[in-house]
């Protein structure tokens, strides 16, 4: 399986959020960008998420609050799409973590990888 450095991670409303991807000895982790989903869907913790591979820049996926309830997946016309803010080369390496994304608290509790069919 293959996954672009930059995907988006699409609801079933089609909203839209683009999220820096970081592989580690085979697996993929979803990093910046990721925290702009909590504040869009009120994510609290004990919240799951289901993420499905649809091709190497997208994923789709669904939530459910711990109230065993689905996320609400706002409609809007055209839907939303979060984007990250990219940087030119020359300012890589000049930046700083906000004090907001210091401490996310979304924990990957079960993981399977990807493999190849």
């Not at 994923?59 to 809007?76: A, C, H, I, S």
């Not at 390496?93 to 979304?106: K, S």
Request: hydrophobic letters at 40%.
């Amino acid at each position: 399986m293959e996954v672009a450095p930059l995907v988006m991670l699409r609801d079933p409303s089609r909203n839209e959020f683009e999220v820096m991807i970081e592989k580690k000895n085979g697996k993929v982790y979803f990093t910046d960008g990721w925290a702009t989903m909590k504040d869009f869907y009120i994510i609290t913790a004990c919240s799951w998420m289901t993420v499905i591979y649809a091709n190497r820049n997208l994923f789709l996926f669904r939530g459910v609050t711990r109230k065993e309830r689905e996320f609400l997946y706002p409609r809007f016309s055209p839907p939303k799409r979060f984007l990250l803010k990219h940087m030119s080369p020359s300012s890589a390496g000049n930046t700083t973590i906000p004090n907001a994304l210091a401490f996310l608290f979304f924990q990957r509790n079960f993981t399977t990888p990807f493999r190849n069919s």
